[in-house]
């Protein structure tokens, strides 16, 4: 254990709030941030921000970020890894860099891209099967809209090696955002990984990346459980986690002086598990990750130990996620009082899908659910009895349409005003008159290595 | 012979729930080692898969990890064929860990007793009540 660095957690998705991030770096004594801007569903967004200005792309959120943030890093030598290139990274990075010259501030910017795979997966004949459900990519194939692989931390390490202050990337694994400086700062063995020793220092640093990759969920937030999430301090002000990772591996989770929330063995483990399905084999290009031995150990307040997650050698596969336009929906929410407003809402729906056939609209399938009954679990949280819910002060309905034909999705909403004033009484709170979205839908796929290529290209630094 | 009692198992367990593409998956966690061995005993995949089957009857698999004493699940077929196509409020299944919580367990009075006041493994502030009786 010579010597050791410290890595902040930033973002946890698009939209996610970079205040604490701020304590991390004035506090936190760290030297790295990383900051995932990417869930699996971010890209379908960003596509729909491509198709209406080539010029987006990316996570535009890290631009203010960054506004915020920079003029503290900079000072206190904080370097900056980011996956906000979303479809677009050398657009994302153009964008910062330019917004910061305007400040008079000039880091030296990488720019990591390559996982673009979309014409690999159009192009004819090729067997990209679903990774879950084994369907074949032919049924999917014409409509694919993005086809993205999950790059590993070499690029990000080059980078770093390189001097990059600030490293934008499109689509890598979430954990090598936190991986490539952890091998860059610790002089880790990666693309010549070899021995278990190796591998299991990487193991350690790909858990200390996917428990920082969710931001607050590392520390206390979104903490499921009934009566204890109470006593988590001050949520409002939480300091997200920071990682002191030593050389051999050892790590401790921890989060900046002053902050709320909760680092503890319980809080920890809960993001451990997070969107893991077999913790046998975690897959990511860099190492494949076994948590079985893994070691949580609380050592005063606000720090965890972690030890004995162990590694071995990645495949010779990578994942993709892509997308492909799977039709539209159309949905309206509306309120009805007290009195029979089960009954009422029961009629409403009853003269919306015999509309839908008199009018010979086509769809698959009219989705209905009540918000305050049923939206979060279904039939597990039973209905009451209709007498009961007829007495209830109010009941609120959700209509979903599903359909393959845009224009059916546009004129749902239609269908509803005419009960204003000829349908049941009491209503309130009706919207979703315009409210068609496309949906996509998502094909997890594997790629052979050898077909994606990473690049990497540092910007000039003007001054 | 004691009396065998029937509990949600939100009164000694956590969990959380995250998606990947149609599935949901689960972390399952007891409090200390007594509450572990409840559980684990308890909480099968088959067990998980008849919960949720009212709802989505999609195959489950699952793993102990006793290291960290908690179970984990993987629900498929839960989100319509992924979140960007799911109609429902909840696209994501964030909600849905909470569902786990709901499912009922069985076990002896003096099991329940002993899974509540057994310390917990995990440090927690000043203040916090030092059992997980709720």
Redesign the interface.
Same mark, same amino acid.
């Given at each position: 254990m010579t010597h050791s660095i410290r890595i902040g957690s930033g973002l946890g998705f698009y939209g996610d709030n970079w205040e604490p991030v701020v304590a991390s770096i004035e506090r936190g004594q760290v030297q790295f941030i990383a900051s995932d801007h990417l869930a699996?569903?971010t890209l379908?967004i960003l596509q729909k921000d491509r198709q209406r200005d080539p010029a987006l792309g990316y996570a535009r959120d890290v631009v203010p970020m960054l506004l915020r943030l920079w003029p503290l890093m900079q000072p206190r030598g904080v370097r900056f890894v980011c996956n906000a290139g979303g479809l677009n990274p050398m657009g994302a990075a153009q964008a910062v860099q330019t917004a910061l010259a305007a400040k008079g501030w000039h880091p030296r910017i990488a720019v990591v891209s390559g996982d673009d795979v979309l014409p690999l997966l159009q192009a004819p004949e090729t067997q990209f099967d679903h990774? +879950?459900?084994g369907a074949d990519v032919n049924g999917v194939r014409e409509r694919l809209v993005f086809g993205n692989a999950y790059l590993g931390a070499q690029p990000i390490v080059e980078a770093l090696d390189h001097g990059a202050d600030i490293v934008i990337t499109g689509r890598v694994a979430d954990a090598a955002l936190f991986l490539g400086p952890l091998v860059h700062g610790l002089g880790w063995k990666l693309a010549d990984a070899a021995t278990p020793e190796d591998f299991n220092r990487l193991a350690q640093g790909l858990t200390v990346g996917h428990l920082l990759e969710c931001s607050g =969920?590392g520390s206390g937030g $979104? /903490? @499921?459980?009934?009566?204890?999430w109470q $006593?988590i301090?001050d949520l409002a002000h939480i300091g997200y986690p920071i990682a002191e990772v030593w050389q051999d591996g050892t790590a401790f989770i921890t989060k900046a002086p002053d902050t709320g929330g909760?680092v503890? /063995?319980?809080?920890v483990? =809960?993001?451990?598990?997070? *969107? !893991?399905?077999?913790?046998?084999a975690y897959f990511s290009p860099d190492v494949v990750l076994d +948590? @079985?031995? #893994?070691?949580?150990t609380?050592e005063?307040?606000h720090r965890v130990r972690l030890t @004995?997650a162990q590694g071995r050698a990645p495949t010779d596969q990578m994942k993709v !996620?892509a @997308?492909f336009r799977?039709?539209f929906?159309a *949905?309206i929410t509306w309120g009805f009082s007290w009195p029979d407003a089960w009954d009422k809402v029961q009629a409403a729906e009853a003269m919306i899908r015999s509309q839908l056939q008199e009018r010979k609209m086509p769809f698959d399938?009219l /989705?209905v659910?009540y918000?305050g009954l049923n939206?979060?679990?279904?039939?597990?949280?039973p209905l009451p009895p209709a007498a009961e819910l007829n007495e209830r002060a109010e009941i609120w309905v959700?209509m !979903?349409l599903?359909t393959p034909v845009k224009e059916v999705a546009d004129g749902f909403g239609r269908l509803f005003p005419w009960m204003a004033l000829s349908g049941p009484a009491y209503t309130c709170g009706f919207q979703g008159l315009n409210n068609t979205s496309e949906?996509?839908? #998502?094909w997890?796929t594997l790629i052979p290595r050898d077909r994606v290529q990473a690049r990497l290209e540092i910007l000039e630094v003007q001054s | 012979m004691s009396k065998t009692l029937r509990i949600p198992l939100v009164r000694i367990a956590h969990a959380r729930s995250g998606d990947k593409a149609d599935w949901v998956d689960f972390g399952l966690f007891a409090w200390n080692e007594a509450g572990y061995r409840i559980i684990e005993r308890e909480v099968t995949a088959a067990k998980v898969q008849a919960h949720f089957a009212p709802w989505l009857p999609g195959q489950v698999d699952a793993w102990p990890l006793p290291n960290i004493l908690a179970l984990k699940f993987v629900l498929h077929g839960a989100l319509q064929g992924g979140g960007a196509r799911n109609l429902r409020l909840d696209n994501l299944g964030k909600a849905m860990g909470a569902a786990l919580l709901r499912m009922e367990i069985e076990l002896s009075a003096e099991e329940l007793a002993e899974a509540q006041k057994s310390p917990r493994r995990g440090w927690w502030p000043n203040g916090t009540p030092s059992t997980i009786t709720s």
């Amino acid at each position: 254990m010579t010597h050791s660095i410290r890595i902040g957690s930033g973002l946890g998705f698009y939209g996610d709030n970079w205040e604490p991030v701020v304590a991390s770096i004035e506090r936190g004594q760290v030297q790295f941030i990383a900051s995932d801007h990417l869930a699996e569903l971010t890209l379908a967004i960003l596509q729909k921000d491509r198709q209406r200005d080539p010029a987006l792309g990316y996570a535009r959120d890290v631009v203010p970020m960054l506004l915020r943030l920079w003029p503290l890093m900079q000072p206190r030598g904080v370097r900056f890894v980011c996956n906000a290139g979303g479809l677009n990274p050398m657009g994302a990075a153009q964008a910062v860099q330019t917004a910061l010259a305007a400040k008079g501030w000039h880091p030296r910017i990488a720019v990591v891209s390559g996982d673009d795979v979309l014409p690999l997966l159009q192009a004819p004949e090729t067997q990209f099967d679903h990774l +879950m459900n084994g369907a074949d990519v032919n049924g999917v194939r014409e409509r694919l809209v993005f086809g993205n692989a999950y790059l590993g931390a070499q690029p990000i390490v080059e980078a770093l090696d390189h001097g990059a202050d600030i490293v934008i990337t499109g689509r890598v694994a979430d954990a090598a955002l936190f991986l490539g400086p952890l091998v860059h700062g610790l002089g880790w063995k990666l693309a010549d990984a070899a021995t278990p020793e190796d591998f299991n220092r990487l193991a350690q640093g790909l858990t200390v990346g996917h428990l920082l990759e969710c931001s607050g =969920q590392g520390s206390g937030g $979104n /903490f @499921g459980s009934q009566g204890h999430w109470q $006593n988590i301090p001050d949520l409002a002000h939480i300091g997200y986690p920071i990682a002191e990772v030593w050389q051999d591996g050892t790590a401790f989770i921890t989060k900046a002086p002053d902050t709320g929330g909760l680092v503890n /063995f319980d809080t920890v483990r =809960q993001q451990l598990l997070y *969107e !893991v399905h077999n913790p046998h084999a975690y897959f990511s290009p860099d190492v494949v990750l076994d +948590m @079985g031995q #893994i070691q949580l150990t609380d050592e005063g307040q606000h720090r965890v130990r972690l030890t @004995g997650a162990q590694g071995r050698a990645p495949t010779d596969q990578m994942k993709v !996620v892509a @997308g492909f336009r799977d039709g539209f929906k159309a *949905e309206i929410t509306w309120g009805f009082s007290w009195p029979d407003a089960w009954d009422k809402v029961q009629a409403a729906e009853a003269m919306i899908r015999s509309q839908l056939q008199e009018r010979k609209m086509p769809f698959d399938e009219l /989705f209905v659910e009540y918000p305050g009954l049923n939206s979060a679990h279904g039939p597990l949280a039973p209905l009451p009895p209709a007498a009961e819910l007829n007495e209830r002060a109010e009941i609120w309905v959700r209509m !979903v349409l599903r359909t393959p034909v845009k224009e059916v999705a546009d004129g749902f909403g239609r269908l509803f005003p005419w009960m204003a004033l000829s349908g049941p009484a009491y209503t309130c709170g009706f919207q979703g008159l315009n409210n068609t979205s496309e949906l996509l839908g #998502i094909w997890p796929t594997l790629i052979p290595r050898d077909r994606v290529q990473a690049r990497l290209e540092i910007l000039e630094v003007q001054s | 012979m004691s009396k065998t009692l029937r509990i949600p198992l939100v009164r000694i367990a956590h969990a959380r729930s995250g998606d990947k593409a149609d599935w949901v998956d689960f972390g399952l966690f007891a409090w200390n080692e007594a509450g572990y061995r409840i559980i684990e005993r308890e909480v099968t995949a088959a067990k998980v898969q008849a919960h949720f089957a009212p709802w989505l009857p999609g195959q489950v698999d699952a793993w102990p990890l006793p290291n960290i004493l908690a179970l984990k699940f993987v629900l498929h077929g839960a989100l319509q064929g992924g979140g960007a196509r799911n109609l429902r409020l909840d696209n994501l299944g964030k909600a849905m860990g909470a569902a786990l919580l709901r499912m009922e367990i069985e076990l002896s009075a003096e099991e329940l007793a002993e899974a509540q006041k057994s310390p917990r493994r995990g440090w927690w502030p000043n203040g916090t009540p030092s059992t997980i009786t709720s």
